[in-house]
T-cell receptor, first 113, second 112 residues
Framework: DQQVKQNSPSLSVQEGRISILNCDYT??????FLWYKKYPAEGPTFLIS?????DKNEDGRFTVFLNKSAKHLSLHIVPSQPGDSAVYFC????????????FGQGTELSVKP | EADIYQTPRYLVIGTGKKITLECSQT?????MYWYQQDPGMELHLIHY???????EKGDLSSESTVSRIRTEHFPLTLESARPSHTSQYLC???????????FGSGTRLTVV
C-alpha cells in the first residue's frame, strides 16, 4: 500500500508561469514532509520541507502548502524557469515510526521557454 | 560540493558477478540509507543503518547486503548479480530522525 502518492506523472508549464505539484498521503502519523528535485543519473537534492505544525513554508520561488485534514501537500514554483525542469519527489516521515523517508513516484516537470 | 560520495557512477556487469557499491560521507552522520529507484517509480528503501554495527532491511526486499564498520562508510554488496538487479542505487545520510537526507549521486547498475 503506497503511503505517499503523486498522481500526476508529468506536468508541462510555460516559463514565467506557476508550477503546482501535488502530493497525497495516507498515514496520519507523518509529521514531516519534504520535496526533492532529481535530474536523470543524479541523486535527489533537497528543496524545501514543512513540519506538520505548519501549513505553509516559503523559500524564494518555492512554497510548500500542507493541508492535514485532506492529507495533501503541494509545491508551488513561481515564476517557473527552464532550469526547474526535473523530476520532483514528495517525501514524508514520522518520528514515532523511525523517521525514515517514504517517497512518492515523482512528477516530471517540464518548463518550456 | 557533495559531502556524500558514491562509486562507481555507472557499472555494467555480467550475470553472476559479485559487486560492491561504495558509499562514504564526511558529515559524521550516524544514519545512512540505501534506496533503489527504477525510472518513473518511487525510491524504495532497501537498507538502513542508525550507527556502527547496526543495519536493518528496508521496506523493499533486496538480495543485497550492507555493512557499517565505520561511521562514514556504508557499502552495499550483491553476491551474485542478476539482470533483475538492474536499477539506480542511491545512498543517503541524515543528521537525525525526521531530518532531510543528503543523497549521493547514485550508481546506475546494469547487469547483462
Amino acid at each position: 500500500d503506497q503511503q505517499v502518492k503523486q498522481n500526476s506523472p508529468s506536468l508541462s508549464v510555460q516559463e514565467g508561469r506557476i508550477s503546482i505539484l501535488n502530493c497525497d498521503y495516507t498515514n496520519s502519523m507523518f509529521d514531516y514532509f519534504l520535496w526533492y528535485k532529481k535530474y536523470p543519473a543524479e541523486g535527489p537534492t533537497f528543496l524545501i520541507s514543512i513540519s506538520s505544525i505548519k501549513d505553509k513554508n516559503e523559500d524564494g520561488r518555492f512554497t510548500v502548502f500542507l493541508n492535514k485534514s485532506a492529507k495533501h501537500l503541494s509545491l508551488h514554483i513561481v515564476p517557473s524557469q527552464p532550469g526547474d525542469s526535473a523530476v520532483y519527489f514528495c517525501a514524508a516521515s514520522s518520528y514515532n515510526q523511525g523517521g525514515k523517508l517514504i517517497f512518492g513516484q515523482g512528477t516530471e516537470l517540464s518548463v518550456k521557454p | 560540493e557533495a559531502d556524500i560520495y558514491q562509486t562507481p557512477r555507472y557499472l555494467v556487469i555480467g550475470t553472476g558477478k559479485k559487486i560492491t557499491l561504495e558509499c562514504s560521507q564526511t558529515m559524521g552522520h550516524d544514519k545512512m540509507y540505501w534506496y533503489q529507484q527504477d525510472p518513473g517509480m518511487e525510491l524504495h528503501l532497501i537498507h538502513y543503518s542508525y550507527g556502527v554495527n547496526s543495519t536493518e532491511k528496508g521496506d523493499l526486499s533486496s538480495e543485497s547486503t550492507v555493512s557499517r564498520i565505520r561511521t562514514e562508510h556504508f557499502p552495499l554488496t550483491l553476491e551474485s548479480a542478476r539482470p533483475s538487479h538492474t536499477s539506480q542505487y542511491l545512498c543517503a545520510s541524515s543528521e537525525g530522525l525526521n531530518y532531510g537526507y543528503t543523497f549521493g549521486s547514485g550508481t546506475r547498475l546494469t547487469v547483462v
